[in-house]
């Protein structure tokens, strides 16, 4: 029977006045959330919240009595699981797109978002960007997700070298997030999992100042106490300055229910249409995140989308001392005292 042990713990860090990362151990679901949230003056966390209690009704709904249903996530490759997980996400991101274009002060707040949920032999990671998943097995740390970044961009694309890397100064601009469009497209990730795999979710508080050499040897050092490897590796972040909230979460195979999906799949799911903003709204009702002011669907037209691209794993550091005018048209720079959406900033 599968067993999936699970802990996790969030830092304010030594700058921030304000947590604004969140995350949830849902162990009845075998799911874990880990959200970064943006937009300053609170609202980033605002959104993280909110994506995660979304996704967690979503999730722990009952749908026998349902009045309405959301639309169908169509993919032929992905099981029902992670389906799920990828529809979930996408109704946070409306939820916290709703949200913000409810309230004035809201406008412009996002989230990044990365879960794992498990099932059979198997893990579905999905992620918004640049909040990471990583595996942790027979000594070795692995990168399960691709930052949504203008660095791994780059760097997919062969345009930037490693030393140029090194002193990039754009490393906290992201070219995905959740709840500042209408609607997100969402990676999914389909891993297969083996007895006492540990699977780390973190938000870039951790992975934006710590390197994954070095995050594997904290590792090391403290296997297999999952808890003091979290304790350490929070207060690596706070050594290096603590200018980040912190979260990590680590989810591990303690009995697998093998004979599940097996084949390791990589796709991304795409964002719901225009037409199915309403459909969207009226099931966030139905799940009780409703949002009270709603706004008019005919507001949810994308002037500006954003165009995909494949990257690679990559690993930058957080720099909150970019200028807000050497953002690139499209893109977004994260600051946890500002945000600069596509749109309606």
């Known amino acids: 029977m599968l067993n999936i042990i699970m802990s996790g713990n969030t830092d304010i860090g030594l700058v921030r006045q304000i947590n604004e990362d969140s995350f949830r151990l849902i162990p009845e679901k075998n799911t874990v959330i880990v959200c970064d949230g943006m937009g300053g003056h609170a609202a980033g966390e605002v ?80 992620h918004v960007g640049d909040s990471r998943a ?42 995905r997030a959740l709840g500042t469009r209408p609607s997100v497209a969402v990676d999914v990730k389909i891993q297969t999992t083996q007895k006492d795999d540990w699977f780390i979710l973190c938000s870039d ?11 594997e040897r904290i590792l090391v050092d403290t296997y297999p106490d999952y808890d003091m490897a979290i304790q350490r590796l929070i207060k690596r972040a706070n050594d290096e300055g603590g200018h980040d909230n912190c979260t990590v979460a680590i989810a591990i195979v303690s009995e697998p229910d093998g004979g599940g999906y097996v084949n390791e799949v ?22 009780g995140v409703g949002v009270r002011k709603q706004p008019s ?11 995909i ?13 970019v200028d807000e005018d050497t953002v690139p048209p499209g893109r977004e720079k994260k600051r946890k005292g500002g945000f600069w959406p596509w749109s309606n900033g």
């Not at 991304?268 to 799940?287: F, G, I, N």
């Not at 691209?309 to 001392?321: C, H, I, L, Q, Y």
């Open 134 to 175: 990583y595996r942790f097995a027979h000594g070795k740390l692995e990168p399960l997700t691709i930052d949504h970044s203008l660095l791994a961009e780059l760097k997919a694309q062969g345009e930037i070298t490693p030393d140029q890397e090194k002193n990039f100064p754009e490393r906290n601009v992201i070219t």
């Open 205 to 215: 508080g951790l992975c934006g100042y710590i390197e994954d050499p070095e995050i």
């Open 47 to 126: 959104a993280s919240q909110r994506a995660v209690e979304t996704v967690v009704a979503y999730l722990m709904h009952d749908t026998s009595n349902d009045r309405a249903t959301p639309p169908p996530l169509q993919s032929d490759s992905l099981p029902a699981e992670a389906r799920d997980l990828a529809q979930a996400i996408r109704l946070a991101n409306r939820s916290v797109y709703a949200t913000a274009q409810s309230q004035q002060g809201m406008r412009g707040m996002g989230t990044t978002l990365v879960a794992i949920r498990f099932w059979g032999g198997c893990a579905g990671i999905c």
């Open 309 to 321: 691209v494949p990257a690679t794993p990559g690993s930058p550091k957080a720099n909150d001392s």
């Open 266 to 287: 990589l796709e991304t799911v795409p964002e719901s249409t225009p037409e199915e903003a309403q459909v969207e709204l009226d099931y966030l009702d139905v799940l």
């Open 297 to 307: 669907p005919s507001s949810d037209v994308d002037t500006n989308p954003i165009r």
